[in-house]
């Protein structure tokens, strides 16, 4: 079955380094959706990309999509402790419905 | 924001028990999802419900697992016989509809922790 893998597990930054987490998928996807999870929370809808290369930008984060549709990353710019979570990726394959398959997530910590 | 409300939000019980979580996900959606999370894991889909009926399940949705909708609003994950391997989040999620109709985004109900004993 679809399987999708994300790296870093874990980083840990200094408050104002950057920060990338990269998600790659065994199969091709109709569209990513990045969530955040707050440590004891849920899952909270950051964005959704659905065009081949695609870039978009909230304020700080910015999201790729690959050429191939298969990878993507999520940068945040400058950290902050409110980043703190856990971030995942998750996809939608192509022809597969509206099922999304989460990826193994990346735990961020930043520390002051 | 349209919310989705799960009760209860924490659910001890017995192994071997039946426990039943609900969900009332955003009104007048036709798909709703169950999702769960073992501690510290990644979020695993468990199966999708789409105008009264099942459209997709994992292989996690075994015969323990059943989904229904009991009236308009309610819908309920029940797993009849409890495992220790059930515990876990289990969360419920409605897609989001951008204006054009198309589908962007999940929001996700905050939870029900099932501790299995």
């Known amino acids: 079955g679809q399987q999708v893998m994300q790296i870093p597990q874990y980083q840990h930054v200094q408050e104002g380094e950057d920060f990338t987490t990269y998600c790659n998928s065994s199969?091709?996807?109709?569209?990513i959706q990045w969530y955040k999870q707050r440590p004891g929370g849920h899952p909270v809808f950051l964005i959704q990309?659905?065009?081949?290369?695609e870039v978009k930008k909230q304020k700080r984060l910015t999201f790729q999509f690959g050429e191939a549709k298969k990878n993507s990353s999520l940068h945040i710019t400058a950290t902050q402790t409110t980043d703190v979570g856990t971030y995942f990726c998750?996809?939608?394959?192509?022809?597969?419905?509206?099922?999304?398959?989460f990826g193994t997530g990346t735990q961020l910590k930043v520390e002051l | 924001e349209p919310e989705v409300t799960q009760t209860p939000s924490h659910q001890v019980t017995q192994m071997g028990q039946e426990v039943i979580l609900r969900c009332v996900p955003i009104?007048?959606?036709?798909?709703f999802y169950w999702y769960r999370q073992i501690l510290g894991q990644k979020v695993e889909f468990l199966v999708s419900?789409?105008?009264?009926?099942?459209?997709?399940k994992s292989e996690i949705f075994d015969d323990q697992f059943s989904v229904e909708r009991p009236d308009g609003s309610n819908f309920t994950l029940k797993i009849r016989s409890t495992k220790l391997e059930d515990s876990a989040m289990y969360f419920c999620?409605?897609?989001?509809?951008?204006?054009?109709?198309?589908?962007?985004?999940?929001?996700f109900g905050s939870g029900t922790r099932l501790t299995v004993v």
């Open positions: 999620a409605s897609p989001v509809y951008a204006r054009q109709g198309s589908n962007y985004g999940y929001t």
């Open positions: 009104s007048n959606h036709l798909y």
């Open positions: 990309l659905v065009k081949s290369g």
């Open positions: 199969t091709t996807l109709s569209n």
């Open positions: 419900f789409y105008n009264n009926e099942i459209s997709e």
């Open positions: 998750a996809g939608v394959p192509t022809g597969g419905g509206n099922k999304l398959t």
